[in-house]
């Protein structure tokens, strides 16, 4: 603030008084002692020594422009900036005219400083000087403005200078080209080439082709690598830039093929042309490829060739292919070379570390570097999501507003799917309530992942109301919303929802007909869901992959329509994986199919189980009709090859804190009053007419001791303690990590008739909204 303040003490008629019509300058140091200082000032300059150069100028009794010009210009190439601006403070107070050397430079440093006002200031000595239209004072004008964001008062200085070359051309095209503006650089580079006296040079396209790339725009990059050959550049630090842009805009546009050849016929590359072409490949997700080219850089140029930019592109090679073993190869190759400690590099060990499930490594290397970011904690709070360690990433983001580190879009997309997965939905608002005052919400993957957490929390409400606020909704938006409103049931709903996308000009793509046939399947919707699969193929022009044969298989037999589901996979274009018979399976468990049960089970034996469920659907298939010694076979044959039940589990959010619950659960601190409630519920919905279950018991018990064991199970622990921690007007919201079993089903039913409570549990498959003796499932799940 002092800075900008004394810039304003002189007004633009003093810049002007001191200054003769010849233009001398009123203060000068002749002298042989003067012209020593000079000397010495010139040389500590040269050799980068700044400091050693502003203690000889403060030794210059009357310093002139020449001194002053001299040092503002080395503190506006090397910095720090406002010293440059601090230098002409004292010359306008030493009453030492700036002329059109000193504009350039002084309006260099407010520009790296973006300092409009500062800028705003010394335009104004400029324009009382006559200097504001010479080309370089433009230029620099045209530079302060545009990195400003001031497009208008730019392209004024553009307009009002007397000649341009084609720096000046440059100056303003790249400004229009940073940010993303590209039908005004388009227009420019037309004017330019109209003028007639200047055409595009080397940093002209170089400037241009990003811009290009950026908005998938091959046909006008053609273009230019049509000027660039009939411009012939012979420059070997030309060909290397433009070869470089021009590759990296093919790489871009997605033509590989264009850019290795653009590659291949370069006599010079450095690191950023291995570089982009290898980040080229590793956008096309041809990581095998983008490997082998690292591989060859290598091989070309050793170490000098590794930088930030290629090492990052590495290794998110690694993480790809989970080639862990090449991944800590490259981090001893970093260590040795140095670049470990570039914050890039380090920041893309952490992320690779972090995807591929070593959260102690990344943990461990996050304690080690010494300088963090927001890309450096996003990184481990995005780990933690992804490996199911949803306390440990709000702990990240605590510890990163502790730091006072701001978090950006990436990391708050990272962050609120753990709320999600947690089903911690005042976390989730307090994450909501970030974005909105970090001016964040209205980026549309933000709005998404709220459209996701709100549902997933029990919210749809809410997820509709962020839906239909959003400033720009894409694909992902509409999805979500339609996925949304299936796990809850509600297909009416998700059906209205895609014939209004489709209204509004979005085009579905093979993901949109996923969730809308799964919606359908969660509402019993069988008719619908059959039609719009029909859709999807002939009117659509979409091929099914095996996740839509999934989804059709589950609407059909979750439907009852075993035989018809049976014979659908039969006649699959595809064979029939894992998944597809899982599907059947599950359904012939809802409707006691045990027959069909069995047939389906030998198909998953025979292509092998992906993993415990289906061991565990058919071991309840044969509980469930009383053959106990079938179900333990086939849990000792799930126990020989290694795959492990996991437990039922419950968790609850009471006041901002989440308490879990396993089935039998005695380990929290309030169990005999937990249990004390279960038991006092189990008398009163007895009396309305509840009737435990017990074939939703697998062992073979007595039962009474059945009976026990389904009072018990981890959803009725947590609302329990629901019923006892929160108000009657409070809804209690309940997340299982498997499926409800139908005794819970039943029994939670009763439970909001003798509690007076309104109860949402959301399970594996989707939610139940309980409320009166219903749910909002139809007892169809």
């Not at 200078?161 to 095209?173: E, G």
């Not at 940073?178 to 007639?196: C, K, V």
Request: glycine content about 8%; charged content about 20%.
């Amino acid at each position: 603030m002092h800075r900008r303040v004394r810039l304003r003490l002189f007004s633009t008629a003093a810049v002007s008084r001191h200054r003769s019509p010849s233009g001398a300058i009123s203060y000068e140091d002749n002298s042989n002692n003067g012209l020593r200082h000079q000397q010495q000032l010139d040389q500590h300059i040269a050799r980068g020594q700044l400091g050693l150069a502003h203690k000889v100028f403060d030794a210059i009794s009357a310093p002139d422009a020449r001194a002053f010009n001299a040092l503002i210009r080395a503190y506006s190439w090397r910095g720090p900036f406002h010293a440059a601006i601090d230098l002409y403070c004292s010359m306008l107070h030493r009453r030492v005219a700036p002329n059109k050397y000193t504009f350039p430079f002084v309006l260099k440093a407010c520009s790296a400083l973006a300092d409009l006002r500062c800028g705003r200031a010394i335009h104004r000595h400029a324009a009382a000087a006559g200097l504001h239209t010479d080309l370089f004072v433009s230029t620099a004008l045209i530079d302060l403005y545009i990195r400003c964001a001031r497009f208008v008062a730019a392209a004024n200085v553009f307009a009002k200078m007397p000649a341009r070359d084609v720096v000046a051309w440059n100056a303003l095209l790249a400004g229009y080209a940073q940010h993303g503006m590209y039908d005004h650089a388009i227009a420019h580079l037309l004017d330019m080439q109209a003028d007639g006296h200047l055409r595009p040079n080397a940093s002209t396209l170089v400037t241009l082709l990003p811009l290009l790339a950026q908005q998938g725009a091959l046909s006008q990059g053609t273009s230019v690598h049509a000027y660039c050959i009939r411009a012939y550049l012979d420059q070997t630090e030309e060909q290397v830039l433009v070869g470089t842009a021009l590759l990296d805009m093919y790489a871009k546009c997605k033509h590989l093929v264009y850019a290795r050849r653009v590659f291949d016929g370069m006599p010079v590359r450095n690191e950023v042309t291995w570089s982009a072409l290898i980040g080229g490949f590793v956008l096309c997700n041809r990581m095998v490829e983008a490997f082998s080219l690292f591989k060859d850089m290598l091989a070309h140029g050793g170490l000098c060739f590794l930088s930030p930019t290629s090492i990052a592109s590495a290794l998110r090679v690694c993480a790809s292919l989970a080639d862990l073993r090449m991944g800590t190869q490259l981090h001893s190759m970093l260590a040795k070379s140095g670049i470990h400690a570039d914050l890039t590099a380090g920041n893309s060990l952490l992320s690779m570390y972090a995807k591929a499930g070593l959260i102690d490594e990344a943990e461990m290397l996050f304690d080690e570097m010494e300088v963090k970011d927001t890309v450096s904690y996003g990184a481990l709070l995005s780990g933690y999501v992804q490996n199911g360690k949803a306390d440990e990433a709000f702990l990240v983001f605590k510890k990163m507003q502790a730091c006072n580190v701001e978090p950006d879009v990436a990391t708050m997309v990272s962050l609120i799917p753990a709320c999600s997965h947690l089903a911690a939905l005042q976390h989730g608002r307090c994450s909501h309530g970030s974005v909105i005052v970090r001016g964040l919400a209205t980026e549309t993957s933000i709005c998404n992942a709220l459209i996701d957490m709100y549902a997933k929390c029990g919210r749809i409400d809410l997820s509709r109301q962020v839906f239909d606020k959003m400033l720009s909704q894409d694909i992902v938006s509409w999805n979500t919303m339609i996925a949304g409103y299936g796990i809850h049931g509600l297909g009416r709903e998700a059906t209205t929802l895609f014939l209004g996308m489709k209204n509004e000009g979005f085009a579905p793509d093979d993901v949109t007909f996923i969730c809308l046939i799964s919606a359908c399947s969660h509402s019993g919707l069988v008719t619908e869901g059959k039609h719009w699969f029909r859709t999807m193929t002939h009117k659509s022009g979409i091929q099914p992959r095996m996740e839509h044969y999934i989804c059709m298989v589950d609407l059909l037999a979750r439907g009852g329509f075993l035989d018809e589901a049976y014979e659908f996979i039969q006649n699959m274009p595809l064979k029939a994986d894992v998944r597809v018979w899982g599907a059947l399976l599950g359904a012939c468990r809802i409707h006691k199919n045990i027959d069909l049960g069995k047939r389906v089970s030998r198909m998953i034996q025979k292509l092998g189980p992906e993993g415990t469920g289906n061991f565990v659907l058919l071991s309840n298939i044969f509980s469930a009709a009383g053959r106990f010694d079938e179900a333990a076979e086939v849990r000792i044959i799930q126990k020989v090859k290694g795959f492990k039940k996991s437990p039922g589990c419950s968790w609850i959010e009471i006041n901002g804190s989440l308490h879990a619950f396993v089935g039998g659960d005695q380990s929290h601190p309030h169990s005999s009053d937990i249990y004390e409630e279960l038991d006092n519920i189990l008398i009163d919905i007895k009396k309305l007419g509840y009737q435990a279950d017990t074939s939703f018991v697998l062992q073979d018990l007595e039962e009474e001791e059945k009976e026990k064991a389904l009072l018990y199970h981890s959803e009725k622990l947590a609302i329990a303690f629901g019923v006892l921690n929160l108000s009657e007007d409070k809804t209690i919201f309940v997340t299982k990590n498997l499926r409800v079993c139908g005794d819970c089903h039943s029994a939670i039913k009763y439970m909001t008739l003798v509690r007076h409570r309104d109860i949402i549990v959301r399970d594996a498959n989707r939610f139940h909204h309980f409320k009166n003796g219903q749910c909002s499932c139809g007892d169809f799940w």
